[in-house]
């Protein structure tokens, strides 16, 4: 599929720029060198300790925190990014050369995700710069809607219209309910037919707006059996045939699909990831793009130049090899002021720049190209598939379906399929409904070895990792304006649920075959790059030090013992040190990106909120899963509802305020904090008993170093102090507090009775 676009007189499509790195390494070398003293300090001074459990435990924590520290400092060493010039592809290549790319967009839960949101998605998408006739949007509706379906035949409509009004005055952000906000009214001096032609087209959307809204509102009535919403007659969303239907081809616009694939009550759909692989095979049949582009239903295309960005990139390298999939970061809009939840992953930047010095990005999930090859199982060195490929062998990786059978061979041989040539999609629907069956992976090495990896509720990074485990290199690109914007969950619960998600398909990949130290020995996983991949598979696991760390400074108070050095002594020196030079340097990096001090206390709070409640259950519910107790599940995160117009979202001037709910994710903090303020209380207590009259070496005597983690702690989980007595949403449940009351009660009276001093 390579284009020799390469001349050797011509300027490149991309560039690697490569940054200066020096200042954050020193910083981090010296954080480094802390840590260890910390650690040898330690060691020689365990035989003069009276109090050894929590010199021990903290020991153990150190030494964890030291390794993450090493896994963090391994990815971010050298940073480079990578910068495209579609402009000089435009004038090098022509535009039947672009190869063409099948669109795929999932949604799950008409309630979850509201329709106008996807249908928004797609809007932007059909919009994009790139010859119509190569593209084809493939629609997976996981909740087979008849509401889904009647949007995006509505949509369809309004497309005709939109697409060409976008591209003939080049507006640059193409999703309806983004453009059409209150400050993009047209100016005076733009050309009357363009005002009339904006008025004409806003209330086209307002039309369409409505017209979801009430669908979405009245319940699906079976009528009239001719009609060909017939089919969603009494679907049960778990248990139904597959319905496929061409809504659009042979038009100016691209090819529009919606896909509902086939579900049984007996077998396991596999969430995502399975939804992917129909997407996949139906447009294996149907169109077989040798490019593929997944977009989640809360994303949408904010820059209509990103596909000629990332061909940039996908025909910009001699070697394919160099590039399995681009990666186009997320991006997101309406953010909630200074980052709240901590949801918006500002912090990740330095975490890309670094995987972008070694084998590449991560794959993200969403806004990804990737070559159908390389899904298909191909690796980069893997030359001998070309020619003949024996039929019975594509049998057993594909499945049963002559039609998917021979588009595979295609792709596989590398040989570049005529659009020309193509029959048209609605004459394939029943070939496209046979591969969209639930049995019809059985006995194939779909999900095991071809297409998205089942076995983790974070499909993506699993998936990834099995594609860089072969060899393959990944690309970041990332245009400017940001090309794709999403919603970040909006409120606390939704937040931790998503992370807890994420923590615990972390955690399955971890356990699975597809660990990064076995990749690298028996496949071609860069070493670097196993180690990055350890780096997000700890999340879970990093829990646990955590939460165990975060109750030493109580357990010491409660018990008087000690698990800093004392205050009197010059090693105090060590985690102060480390502390301070922590904080500034993280303050540091965030500032660089322009970011408020506000949102960096709020990221470095719900850092350590994060990995003791979400990633916590995350690593616990693997834990029950693997003792045979419970299944993991793919929760689908609640998007933002439009407001009235259908245009930007609700105001809700509470949005910033933390809301919670019967979830026993808050559990383990309201415990931490309980435990703590206990701790406190008791050392206030102390301070009391003081004799003045000695103050500075009593005083010195204290555990002042543990005080002080007990207050920062505290000021950590603030927000779950506030949940105690707020009222409404923003009080924790009852039964929270009395469970977790329950647990720190346990807690501190065991410490108590085993007390060393009594
Ligand atoms: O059974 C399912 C469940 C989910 N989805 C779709 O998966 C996407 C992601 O779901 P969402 O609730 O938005 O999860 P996020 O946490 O926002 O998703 C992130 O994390 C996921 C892995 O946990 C990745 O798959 C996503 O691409 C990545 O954006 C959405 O389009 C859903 O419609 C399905 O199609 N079928
Ligand atoms: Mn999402």
């Not at 990074?461 to 393959?472: E, M, S």
């Not at 090309?483 to 994420?502: D, E, M, N, V, Y």
């Not at 000690?562 to 205050?567: G, R």
């Amino acid at each position: 599929m390579t284009i020799n676009v390469q001349d050797s007189k011509s300027l490149p499509l991309q560039e690697k720029i490569v940054h200066n790195n020096k200042m954050a390494r020193a910083m981090e070398l010296i954080i480094l060198s802390f840590l260890v003293s910390m650690l040898v300090y330690r060691i020689i001074s365990f035989k003069h300790q009276n109090h050894n459990f929590p010199w021990f435990l903290a020991f153990l924590c150190e030494s964890w925190f030291t390794f993450i520290w090493i896994l963090s400092m391994n990815i971010k060493w050298n940073q480079s990014y990578t910068i495209t010039y579609p402009e000089r592809l435009l004038e090098r290549v022509n535009e039947f050369e672009f190869p063409a790319v099948d669109i795929f967009v999932t949604t799950a839960d008409p309630i979850l995700e509201p329709c106008i949101i996807t249908m928004n998605t797609v809007l932007s998408l059909l919009a994009i710069e790139y010859p119509t006739n190569k593209l084809a949007l493939y629609l997976s509706d996981d909740a087979c809607s008849p509401h889904t379906y009647y949007s995006l035949v509505e949509t369809t409509k309004f497309a005709k219209l939109w697409v060409p009004f976008c591209k003939k005055y080049n507006i640059q952000v193409r999703a309806p309910f983004r453009y059409f906000t209150s400050n993009s009214t047209p100016l005076e001096d733009d050309c009357l037919e363009f005002q009339h032609q904006w008025k004409k087209m806003k209330n086209l959307y307002g039309d369409l707006y409505k017209k979801i809204e009430v669908a979405a509102q009245r319940p699906f009535t079976c009528d009239d059996p001719k009609s060909e919403f017939a089919v969603f007659c009494d679907v049960n969303r778990s248990d139904h045939q597959a319905i496929i239907k061409v809504i659009s081809e042979n038009t100016d616009l691209p090819i529009v699909i919606y896909i509902s694939r086939e579900k049984n009550l007996k077998h396991h759909h596999q969430y995502k990831a399975g939804a992917m692989n129909v997407l996949t095979r139906v447009s294996g049949v149907m169109t077989n793009a040798p490019l593929m582009l997944n977009v989640d239903c809360d994303m949408y295309a904010n820059n209509p130049q990103v596909f000629l960005h990332a061909m940039c990139i996908l025909l910009g390298y001699k070697n394919d090899q160099d590039c399995g999939f681009v990666q186009i970061p997320q991006a997101f809009h309406d953010g909630l002021k200074d980052d709240p939840f901590g949801n918006q992953l500002a912090n990740y930047y330095y975490i890309t720049n670094g995987l972008g010095a070694l084998q590449g990005i991560f794959y993200m999930g969403s806004n990804c190209f990737h070559r159908r090859k390389v899904i298909y199982g191909l690796s980069p060195n893997d030359k001998t598939k070309s020619g003949n490929i024996r039929n019975e062998d594509l049998h057993k990786v594909f499945g049963k379906s002559f039609e998917l059978r021979e588009s595979a061979a295609e792709i596989l041989s590398g040989s570049n399929p005529k659009i020309e040539n193509r029959t048209s999609p609605s004459t394939l629907i029943n070939a496209s409904i046979d591969v969209a069956g639930y049995s019809y992976e059985y006995g194939t090495d779909w999900g095991k070895k071809v297409g998205w990896l089942y076995g983790s509720t974070s499909e993506d990074v699993l998936t990834g990792i099995n594609i860089h485990g072969k060899g393959w290199k990944s690309v970041m690109c990332s245009p400017e304006p940001p090309a794709f914007l999403g919603c970040a969950p909006s409120t606390f619960p939704s937040s931790l649920i998503q992370q807890k998600r994420w923590a615990n398909g972390l955690t399955e990949i971890l356990l699975s075959d597809k660990n990064p130290l076995l990749l690298t020995m028996k496949g071609n996983l860069w070493f670097r790059q196993a180690l990055a991949y350890y780096w997000i598979f700890l999340w879970g696991v990093r829990s646990i030090p955590e939460i165990c760390y975060a109750f030493l400074p109580a357990y010491c108070i409660i018990t008087g013992t000690h698990f800093l050095p004392k205050l009197s002594e010059m090693v105090f020196i060590i985690p102060v040190g480390i502390f301070f030079i922590y904080n500034v340097y993280v303050l540091w990096e965030l500032k660089r990106l322009g970011v408020s001090l506000r949102m960096w206390w709020n990221l470095q709070r719900m850092g350590r909120v994060i990995a003791m409640t979400s990633w916590f259950y995350g690593f616990l519910s693997v834990m029950l899963k693997l003792m045979g107790l419970s299944k993991s599940v793919f929760e689908v995160t609640q998007k933002e509802h439009m407001s009235n117009d259908g245009v930007g979202y609700h105001n809700d001037k509470n949005v910033n305020r933390f809301t919670f709910d019967k979830s026993p994710v808050f559990v383990p903090g309201v415990v931490i904090l309980l435990v703590n303020m206990t701790a406190l209380v008791n050392s206030l207590l102390k301070l009391l008993k003081v004799d003045y009259s000695e103050i500075w070496m009593e005083v010195l005597g204290l555990e002042l170093g543990e005080m002080f983690c007990s207050i920062w702690l505290l000021l950590c989980f603030w927000e779950f102090l506030k949940g105690l007595f707020g009222n409404g949403k923003h009080r924790i449940p009852s039964s929270s507090i009395w469970k977790s009351g329950v647990i720190a009660l346990v807690l501190v009276c065991s410490w108590k009775r085993s007390s060393p001093l009594l």
